[in-house]
């Protein structure tokens, strides 16, 4: 390990905790910027699933943030001790040891129904209730120690107390550099068959070489998958493929029936799964054939279905799965560089039982290169008083933004990207996420945390067919981005005592539905602030907010009762009057319409350019004869912006034409979207190009 790259990850990480806890005086809340920072990285590499902050400390207890598994059955608890200091100080076990214990102590008296001493309206309270109200569905409990120092902490073994196994992490400065310089990827997982199983796994291999892997195939038992996601859970899916793993639909409900009613026809019924390694130690068993003895960086990119109910029906529902036998593909990759690009590709592949919508939206994406290179290039405009024009940093891939500021080679340099690429200007997937989902009114999705939220984004997005952003949406994305964080900032002002993200999230999307999303967002972009009008109306909003989310029908749990579409349905029922300063700084709906890309291709789900009902463009397309006859000013003037939208990327795809004519082609789409007329010169330039389209398509056909 570097030890000048572990001090500047160090450094950086320390800024970016102290530029976020800058508005707050309380210890805590620096507390909870560091939990929180912590965190996604862990989720970014797949470390967890998800999280949510929930900071709660008395005497003996203490706890800082927890995840529950979809199906309820996982329940990961956090706990931070943070100091504030870099270099990173040493810390003691002795530090290590009683931060676990009072997590524990929190659990212990959750599950015993010991927390009467909660506020009621507290999300501790919520947390503590949660985990009485699942107590008997958990099974796996992992204790998180996360911490700014240093510590040389043992394994700590796992605790069976009653129905639960409860194992112990650690993580500190270190483990998160070794996590950040390795690419965010999960740390790898190394099981010893010899030594955890009793004796290698036999295993065929393929009979040809090739430069980029190597197969095998074998048979595992039930209770070696079991014992294998009973130790690393979520762990050993490919991070992209684990959305849910709950007994839900016929092909799970089929195989928990086959390992019930039939264990002995399992191999038989079942697919099988497909798995992936970086490396494996292979060895001969006399008079037979190859075994493997140690698998390292393991992970089942297929199969996890297959796998989560193999453990749940063991676990769950306490059946013995000795007699079930699973088969098993094994790729090994020869280039650990390959792991991104392939690994990907082998799920959507072999996925053929249930169908992975992320795995085909990740960071290597069109849609997230193309947002990275307008954050590169697009500058936003100076904030009032200051000379300064900045960037908003799109961290594609986390620990983007560390990388290229440490590529700088002078400490001027440095400071210099810095001023120009602001730490509060930088944003990732999971904050545009937030940013979209919060204003086009899905508040609830958004409270089902940042990796949830996110899934479900890309699966909307991806509906509505392809999608190129260009730089008058990043600048409404930005501005969404400025109105989010600015929200956040005001209710954590305003000290509501809780369920902050919340608060924001349901504050934003009320107000997009009351202005029917007509808030000047290109004056937000222009000035890069709020107006005192607009920051007055959220101060007022977030109170009808708290009061709504806070007194759920029936004594609900709050933090649930926000993730409900119900709660979001009765919150529109609330009477809101708009002051009249705001309503004057309101955008018309023509407005709203030319900006609003997705509204514009809800106009036309089929994707189709050329359609029954566009008679001219069919002649245009199968009668070259009749070009003369085209009324091509009426046509184009009819012309529907996504129709334009369709005719402007098949004009990219041709690779034909100059950017001048791409852009003539975008400017008429926006004009349409605005219900503009296009100018005569404009329209027989256009015409010009659907002729030389409608030629280029006639003579690929023959």
Same mark, same amino acid.
């Given at each position: 390990m570097s030890d000048q790259g572990f001090e500047q990850f160090s450094e950086s990480f320390h800024q970016d905790i102290i530029f976020d806890s800058r508005d707050a005086d309380a210890e805590t809340f620096t507390e909870d910027k560091f939990t929180e920072l912590m965190l996604e990285y862990m989720a970014d590499a797949g470390e967890i699933d998800d999280r949510e902050i929930c900071s709660h400390q008395a005497r003996g207890i203490k706890v800082n943030g927890y995840a529950f598994s979809s199906d309820n059955e996982n329940l990961d608890l956090f706990v931070s001790h943070y100091q504030g200091e870099s270099p990173p100080a040493k810390v003691a076990k002795k530090d290590i040891l009683t931060q676990l214990r009072r997590l524990r102590t929190f659990f212990d008296r959750s599950v015993c129904r010991d927390y009467s001493t909660l506020e009621e309206s507290s999300p501790a309270f919520d947390l503590a209730d949660r985990i009485y109200q699942s107590r008997n569905e958990l099974s796996l409990i992992r204790l998180f120690v996360l911490t700014d120092g240093v510590a040389n902490v043992d394994v700590i073994e796992d605790d069976l107390v009653g129905p639960y196994r409860i194992s112990h992490h650690v993580w500190d400065m270190q483990r998160l550099y070794r996590l950040w310089s390795s690419g965010s990827r999960p740390e790898p997982i190394e099981i010893n068959f010899v030594d955890e199983f009793g004796g290698p796994? #036999?295993?065929?291999?393929? #009979?040809?070489?090739? #430069?980029?892997? @190597? /197969?095998?195939?074998?048979?595992? /038992?039930?209770?070696?998958?079991?014992?294998?996601?009973?130790?690393?859970? #979520?762990?050993?899916?490919?991070?992209?493929?684990? &959305?849910?793993?709950?007994?839900?639909g016929g092909v799970n409900k089929g195989i928990r029936n086959t390992i019930i009613n039939d264990p002995h026809m399992f191999l038989a019924y079942n697919n099988g799964i497909s798995t992936t390694a970086e490396d494996i130690d292979l060895i001969d068993i006399p008079g037979e054939t190859l075994a493997i003895s140690c698998i390292r960086d393991f992970q089942i990119v297929n199969g996890g279905q297959t796998t989560a109910s193999i453990y749940h029906t063991r676990a769950k529902?306490?059946?013995?799965?000795?007699?079930?036998?699973?088969?098993? +593909?094994?790729?090994?990759?020869?280039?650990p560089d390959d792991v991104d690009t392939i690994v990907p590709k082998i799920s959507e592949c072999a996925n @053929?039982?249930?169908?992975?919508?992320? &795995?085909?939206?990740?960071?290597?994406?069109?849609?997230?290169?193309?947002?990275? +290179?307008? /954050?590169?290039?697009?500058? *936003?405009?100076?904030?009032?008083?200051?000379?300064?024009?900045?960037?908003w940093y799109y961290e594609r891939v986390r620990g983007q933004y560390q990388d290229d500021k440490g590529r700088e080679k002078t400490p001027k340099q440095r400071r210099i990207f810095g001023e120009k690429n602001p730490t509060g200007q930088r944003f990732t997937k999971t904050d545009l996420a937030k940013f979209e989902n919060s204003w086009d009114q899905f508040p609830y999705i958004v409270s089902l945390g940042a990796e949830k939220n996110y899934r479900e984004f890309i699966d909307r997005y991806k509906k509505h067919g392809e999608f190129y952003p260009d730089a008058d949406y990043f600048g409404l994305l930005i501005a969404k981005a400025i109105l989010f964080r600015r929200t956040d900032k005001i209710v954590q002002s305003l000290k509501y005592g809780g369920y902050k993200a919340?608060?924001?999230?349901?504050?934003?999307?009320?107000? @997009?539905?009351?202005?029917?999303?007509?808030?000047?967002?290109? !004056?937000?972009?222009? +000035?890069?602030?709020l107006s005192p009008a607009l920051e007055e109306t959220i101060i007022d909003l977030s109170r009808i907010v708290h009061a709504h989310i806070t007194n759920p029908p029936g004594g609900k749990n709050i933090t649930e009762w926000c993730k409900k579409e119900d709660c979001w349905e009765s919150l529109l029922k609330e009477k809101i009057d708009l002051p009249g300063?705001? +309503? &004057?700084?309101?955008?018309?709906?023509?407005?709203?319409? *030319?900006?609003?890309?997705?509204?514009?291709?809800?106009?036309?789900?089929?994707?189709?350019?050329?359609?029954?009902?566009?008679?001219?463009?069919? *002649?245009?397309?199968?009668?070259?004869?009749?070009?003369? @006859?085209? !009324?091509?000013?009426?046509?184009?003037?009819?012309?529907?912006?996504q129709k334009w939208l369709k005719i402007i990327r098949n004009a990219a795809e041709a690779e034909i034409f100059s950017e001048e004519e791409l852009a003539l082609l975008r400017r008429m789409q926006k004009m349409s979207g605005r219900r503009m007329n296009p100018k005569k010169e404009q329209i027989l330039q256009a015409g010009k190009i659907l002729q030389t389209m409608a030629e280029n398509t006639r003579t690929e056909e023959a």
């Open positions: 796994i #036999p295993c065929l291999p393929m #009979p040809d070489e090739n #430069p980029v892997y @190597s /197969s095998y195939l074998c048979i595992l /038992s039930g209770d070696v998958l079991a014992d294998m996601y009973g130790k690393f859970g #979520p762990r050993l899916l490919e991070r992209n493929v684990r &959305a849910y793993l709950q007994m839900r529902d306490k059946r013995d799965v000795s007699e079930v036998y699973v088969q098993v +593909k094994l790729t090994v990759l020869k280039n @053929s039982q249930n169908k992975i919508n992320a &795995a085909d939206f990740t960071s290597n994406d069109p849609f997230h290169i193309r947002i990275q +290179k307008l /954050s590169r290039s697009l500058w *936003a405009p100076a904030k009032k008083g200051s000379q300064q024009e900045t960037h919340n608060i924001v999230t349901y504050t934003i999307a009320l107000l @997009s539905r009351h202005t029917n999303q007509r808030i000047n967002l290109e !004056d937000i972009w222009k +000035k890069q602030e300063v705001l +309503k &004057a700084e309101l955008v018309d709906d023509d407005t709203v319409l *030319a900006r609003d890309f997705r509204a514009i291709v809800k106009l036309n789900e089929t994707g189709a350019l050329y359609s029954e009902q566009e008679p001219i463009v069919a *002649a245009v397309c199968e009668n070259p004869t009749r070009e003369e @006859s085209i !009324d091509y000013e009426d046509f184009i003037r009819n012309l529907t912006p």
